[in-house]
């Protein structure tokens, strides 16, 4: 994690000059406006891109892309630089695109439920766009992110238990290729078999690929009926158990989050909420009022034989809104329990039937460290996030959580699950990829890369170890 | 179509030693066989294989692969042979390697909802074999294809609308590559952001990319209540509106369907049904009863609305087998309206919104023409077909056919669709790819197959221009 970068060659002149040109007050070679380009949410050290353009179309990212691409120079894409594993830093240099200026949304057909976006658009952008016509766009990984980068990194979170990520999400993409082509691939039927999936493959490939520079993705009608509710449990275990079995039962539950006391904790004290400390569960059902009805009265039974206690509802939608934006700012609340801290964060993802055992045994994992250690996340897919706090300037911290990460995911791994289940590869997670995929599948990965991206110019130094 | 396949060299006499003494019975050049694996239930002329592999395991396929890398040889795997775009047709020659011996299924785990099967495992084996589990495989095309096969073509049919098609039900798979390497794509997880999807990539590769040896799929708790209804119309229009209604108000429907006058009319006689002969829809609904019921009702209204007919139900199992049962023969049903003749079928799907003007044209169309057409569909996808009867060896048939065709992927295309929904490219489609996606993203798609199948071995002259 604090390996120094490799050194690298300054930016070819003739290419500055060529930018600036094409660019002029939207290519930037400023320290301050490179180093705000150069540090993402994670503990991975900063690395700043040599130069910075401001994109606000899809030609002007095709152009960046074409001159560097002349010039052998390495091109990262940046949203809203909220991911956590490192994806945007320029370890090898480079320029940077800015894509936040392509923050458009170009049509939104309601009678398709679907919209097609430009990617520096965020999530909670589009659903404030889409206030008025009874849709909505589910994916929600707390962050306020961008479409382009939650496409980029295969992002999920909360909803993904019932409306999927953003594979199962995105209808088709315009891609600019590392020499500047620009391509669109899927369309805007539900489906289709005309020949390979391009839109699934650059889906999670992080910029390493292409840079996408506009996204159709599927909308859903608002549910007639919302119901959320907490529950408190006596363990971690119990309040598993009802996970467990509302997801064999098909319960289609749209949100079943998990937050241990730890957690619950860190959230009180930051969001000012009064949850009981203990493991405790957050619910969301959508659909009809009889059906949203019957869904949180076979979970309310499935909770109470597992201990839990008294179900606390909010149907309005303000209350649900802050029970929400509690468990969304979770992470941070969490920061705030060792301040002036930075959280390592893991983010495993198992076969539901493992879940129990996988967590249980990573709790023993936090009772052994001496670092403040929370637990939470997205259960009913089987995915998890330690926050583990360190002092990334201690040496001993980095370690030790590098230590908790690697049991946790070779853990998850030996039960058939995944070392990311959302968050992607960037840099911190290639150290598993072979472990998780063996070597063969790795080298089909290296084979595409090689095949879009022969120079490797493409966000360089990710997800391929 | 009928054009004929360029000649080409008979198998190295070495390889034909080599396959013989590694597969010994398993392994044949006999005539009959070759000629059985030569032909699907597609108008493309037959071309048979060279010789035929039967294969019993990954390694069986691997080993036939690498010998046939060694000579440079095609290599076609073969399923249920019920592709209907000569997906299998050894238009080059090479070896065909037979995987309906891998028809074991590996592992159910219920607990997880998945299971893992061989790819010669067809459909209704698993679900068979699910029968005691309470949970079931929900993609049927019709035909009793194998889940190889399936994963292959992207295949979908009558359940896609709620449970979505082979792209969003395949977790992992063993797949083959060209020079005979094995390797593993995704896994257990439900979700995963650990590099590139490879699973979606060898998903409707069609045999092109890599052989697929072994597949885990979801499966779902079978819902504690179904219920099957048709519905007669006055008109296509005031079908199809219904069906627009239906799907824009988010009502979670298992399966929406559209069978015209004609292939009422050919259901009737084929399965001995007394339908009403009116363009018909056939809805499923899955659910808990009060769900099913307001599902039900939502729809029966929306039916009226639109001049709909009286709802017939159908609740008992045996009762919606036989409703489904004759859905499904509607293409054999259709087959028998002129004997002897063969279906040139169509397979486009457009956004929802354009359904109607699309089906409307298209039935100018079909009014227009001197041959047989029955018309029929997915259509809670946008997707619907024609069967158009031809007599293959009559040459203005096969002209008359294929302009039809032409001009029904040519409207679907101006509406951002597809010219296959779910049949898959083949040889039948290849000359609409370029249309749909730009010869951009068909140049990334070449470059795919080149990085992964160099020498062209695998299914060659199949999906790419």
Same mark, same amino acid.
């Given at each position: 994690?604090?390996?120094?970068?490799?050194?690298?060659?300054?930016?070819?002149?003739?290419?500055?000059?060529?930018?600036?040109?094409?660019?002029?007050?939207?290519?930037?070679?400023?320290?301050?406006?490179?180093?705000?380009?150069?540090?993402?949410?994670?503990?991975?050290?900063?690395?700043?891109?040599?130069?910075?353009?401001?994109?606000?179309?899809?030609?002007?990212?095709?152009?960046?892309?074409?001159?560097?691409?002349?010039?052998?120079?390495?091109?990262?894409?940046?949203?809203?630089?909220?991911?956590?594993?490192?994806?945007?830093?320029?370890?090898?240099?480079?320029?940077?695109?800015?894509?936040?200026?392509?923050?458009?949304?170009?049509?939104?057909?309601?009678?398709?439920?679907?919209?097609?976006?430009?990617?520096?658009?965020?999530?909670?952008?589009?659903?404030?766009?889409?206030?008025?016509?009874?849709?909505?766009?589910?994916?929600?990984?707390?962050?306020?992110?961008?479409?382009?980068?939650?496409?980029?990194?295969?992002?999920?979170?909360?909803?993904?238990?019932?409306?999927?990520?953003?594979?199962?999400?995105?209808?088709?993409?315009?891609?600019?290729?590392?020499?500047?082509?620009?391509?669109?691939?899927?369309?805007?039927?539900?489906?289709?078999?005309?020949?390979?999936?391009?839109?699934?493959?650059?889906?999670?490939?992080?910029?390493?690929?292409?840079?996408?520079?506009?996204?159709?993705?599927? @909308?859903? %009608?608002?549910?007639? =009926?919302?119901?959320?509710? /907490? !529950?408190?449990?006596? +363990?971690?275990? #119990?309040?598993?158990?009802?996970?467990?079995?509302?997801?064999?039962?098909?319960?289609?539950?749209?949100?079943?989050?998990?937050?241990?006391?730890?957690?619950?904790?860190?959230?009180?004290?930051?969001?000012?909420?009064?949850?009981?400390?203990?493991?405790?569960?957050?619910?969301?059902?959508?659909?009809?009022?009889?059906?949203?009805?019957?869904?949180?009265?076979?979970?309310?039974?499935?909770?109470?034989?597992?201990?839990?206690?008294?179900?606390?509802?909010?149907?309005?939608?303000?209350?649900?809104?802050?029970?929400?934006?509690?468990?969304?700012?979770?992470?941070?609340?969490?920061?705030? @329990?060792? %301040?002036?801290?930075? =959280?390592?964060?893991?983010? /495993? !993802?198992?076969?539901? +039937?493992?879940? #129990?055992?996988?967590?249980?045994?990573?709790?023993?994992?936090?009772?052994?460290?001496?670092?403040?250690?929370?637990?939470?996340?997205?259960?009913?897919?089987?995915?998890?996030?330690?926050?583990?706090?360190?002092?990334?300037?201690?040496?001993?911290?980095?370690?030790?959580?590098?230590?908790?990460?690697?049991?946790?995911?070779?853990?998850?791994?030996?039960?058939?699950?995944?070392?990311?289940?959302?968050?992607?590869?960037?840099?911190?997670?290639?150290?598993?990829?072979?472990?998780?995929?063996?070597?063969?599948?790795?080298?089909?990965?290296?084979?595409?890369?090689?095949?879009?991206?022969?120079?490797?110019?493409?966000?360089?130094?990710?997800?391929?170890?």
């Amino acid at each position: 994690m604090n390996q120094p970068y490799l050194p690298h060659l300054p930016l070819p002149a003739a290419l500055v000059k060529e930018l600036g040109q094409r660019f002029g007050k939207r290519f930037s070679t400023s320290q301050a406006v490179r180093d705000q380009h150069g540090r993402d949410e994670s503990v991975h050290p900063a690395a700043a891109p040599d130069a910075v353009v401001f994109a606000e179309s899809t030609d002007d990212v095709a152009e960046a892309v074409r001159l560097c691409h002349t010039y052998r120079v390495p091109i990262i894409p940046f949203g809203a630089g909220s991911s956590v594993e490192g994806h945007l830093l320029a370890i090898h240099g480079g320029v940077n695109i800015d894509l936040t200026g392509m923050n458009r949304i170009i049509t939104v057909h309601r009678e398709d439920l679907d919209a097609t976006v430009q990617p520096g658009v965020t999530r909670k952008q589009l659903n404030a766009e889409l206030h008025d016509t009874g849709l909505f766009f589910p994916i929600d990984p707390g962050a306020d992110a961008s479409m382009g980068g939650m496409a980029a990194t295969r992002a999920s979170g909360t909803n993904a238990v019932r409306y999927g990520t953003m594979r199962e999400n995105v209808l088709g993409m315009t891609v600019v290729l590392a020499d500047g082509r620009i391509i669109r691939t899927g369309g805007r039927a539900r489906k289709s078999s005309a020949g390979y999936d391009l839109t699934r493959l650059f889906i999670g490939s992080e910029g390493t690929l292409g840079i996408i520079t506009e996204l159709t993705v599927k @909308l859903y %009608p608002v549910p007639e =009926a919302i119901s959320s509710a /907490v !529950c408190a449990f006596p +363990s971690v275990d #119990a309040a598993v158990d009802t996970v467990i079995q509302t997801i064999q039962l098909g319960v289609p539950v749209a949100r079943i989050e998990l937050l241990d006391t730890l957690t619950i904790s860190a959230v009180n004290r930051y969001s000012k909420t009064t949850l009981k400390e203990a493991p405790t569960l957050f619910f969301e059902f959508h659909g009809s009022p009889t059906s949203v009805e019957e869904q949180a009265t076979t979970v309310q039974a499935l909770a109470l034989d597992q201990g839990g206690m008294n179900f606390e509802w909010a149907t309005r939608p303000e209350d649900r809104s802050r029970l929400w934006q509690a468990r969304h700012d979770a992470y941070f609340a969490c920061l705030q @329990l060792k %301040p002036g801290s930075r =959280a390592f964060p893991t983010d /495993v !993802c198992v076969p539901i +039937s493992r879940l #129990a055992e996988c967590i249980h045994a990573t709790n023993e994992d936090i009772a052994r460290s001496s670092l403040p250690i929370a637990l939470f996340g997205h259960v009913g897919d089987g995915n998890f996030h330690l926050v583990v706090l360190i002092d990334p300037a201690n040496p001993q911290d980095v370690t030790e959580a590098e230590s908790i990460n690697n049991a946790v995911v070779e853990r998850a791994l030996s039960m058939e699950g995944t070392c990311t289940g959302e968050h992607g590869v960037g840099i911190g997670k290639q150290k598993f990829l072979v472990a998780e995929h063996g070597e063969g599948a790795v080298e089909v990965m290296r084979a595409l890369k090689r095949a879009l991206d022969p120079d490797n110019l493409l966000n360089p130094g990710k997800i391929l170890p």
